[in-house]
């Protein structure tokens, strides 16, 4: 009887560490990984194996492969530049947003158009953001009076759709992300809007095809015509910068800002609202970008403090107390 016992007391053992081991297998999955800090990029998770030091880097978003099916504690990601490019990271180190399955009726989706709840409009401090990526086209301007040298220049013009977190996205004919902006089909603009957003968006004169990448990952969810897309997008950009941020960051240039200073500046200019609704995104202690949360009902030539207030409270940011205002060429 005692020798029964201990059999099945082994065999539920057995089960139990099966079940244990079933439960912390990868499962294929596809979404973003957005690092909110700096972290080891392992080729095994369970060696800590990283060869080459790879790390992940606050504010930078991974495209998601795999996922722990435990309790979603790691996942598996492309990093562009690594050997191998596939590498595991701890869910502790950033945001997961994984993609929603597909049903029937389209709602749980995350690549159908005119489904936005909510906009983020994305800007880049051009200076920073090539000390960061100095081997793009657009990097190679350092003149000082150069409009990308004393304005905020337009990222994008984000759709969201809140049960898709970022995921929401490629809702036209490209369904994934290309590695080379320039590998996305040519898109074409009418020659005001073209202008105009060549103005604001330096890719565009440069020739490294950042239009592009938005108009099919983001755009194209926007339930909008290619021209209204980016006319809206450049009319936003251009007001947070006449709201007197540009002026702001003139007068800061080579110099240490508290992060708190940048932001009672916005809440001043474009309404208290602002201060729960902006993101700031640094890298090497450097200001980067900044991200305004946006209401969904986006009409061109509506204020921009307006569109802020109505929209939904932000993220944290990246940034640390103080960052340093870059300048061009430097």
Request: aromatic share 10%; with cysteine.
């Amino acid at each position: 009887m005692i020798f029964v016992k201990n059999i099945m007391f082994r065999l539920l053992l057995i089960v139990l560490a099966t079940s244990c081991f079933q439960l912390a297998w990868a499962e294929k999955a596809s979404g973003e990984f957005t690092a909110k800090q700096t972290c080891p990029a392992y080729v095994s998770k369970n060696k800590a194996t990283n060869p080459d030091k790879v790390y992940v880097l606050p504010g930078y978003e991974y495209d998601i492969i795999e996922v722990l099916s435990t309790n979603a504690s790691w996942y598996r990601i492309i990093v562009p530049h690594a050997n191998p490019k596939q590498r595991w990271v701890s869910a502790d180190c950033g945001e997961a947003q994984l993609i929603s399955s597909p049903d029937n009726s389209g709602s749980a989706r995350c690549d159908i158009d005119g489904q936005a709840d909510s906009y983020v409009l994305a800007l880049s401090w051009q200076p920073a953001f090539c000390e960061t990526k100095p081997d793009k086209a657009e990097c190679a301007i350092s003149d000082p009076k150069a409009y990308q040298a004393r304005h905020f220049t337009l990222h994008g013009l984000w759709p969201n759709k809140n049960s898709c977190g970022k995921n929401y996205g490629f809702c036209g004919e490209v369904k994934t992300q290309k590695t080379d902006f320039c590998d996305y089909p040519a898109i074409t603009l009418a020659t005001d809007s073209e202008i105009s957003l060549a103005e604001v968006m330096p890719s565009v004169s440069a020739g490294s095809c950042l239009e592009r990448h938005e108009w099919y990952k983001h755009g194209t969810c926007a339930n909008r015509l290619i021209d209204d897309y980016f006319d809206l997008s450049a009319d936003l950009t251009r007001q947070f910068n006449d709201a007197g941020m540009a002026y702001f960051m003139n007068r800061k240039i080579g110099q240490q800002v508290r992060a708190q200073d940048f932001i009672d500046r916005v809440g001043a200019v474009l309404g208290t609202a602002t201060k729960e609704r902006i993101s700031l995104i640094c890298e090497q202690d450097m200001l980067v970008e900044v991200r305004l949360n946006l209401s969904h009902d986006l009409i061109y030539g509506d204020d921009l403090e307006k569109l802020i207030s109505g929209a939904p409270l932000s993220s944290q940011s990246t940034c640390g107390e103080t960052f340093l205002i870059d300048a061009i060429g430097q």
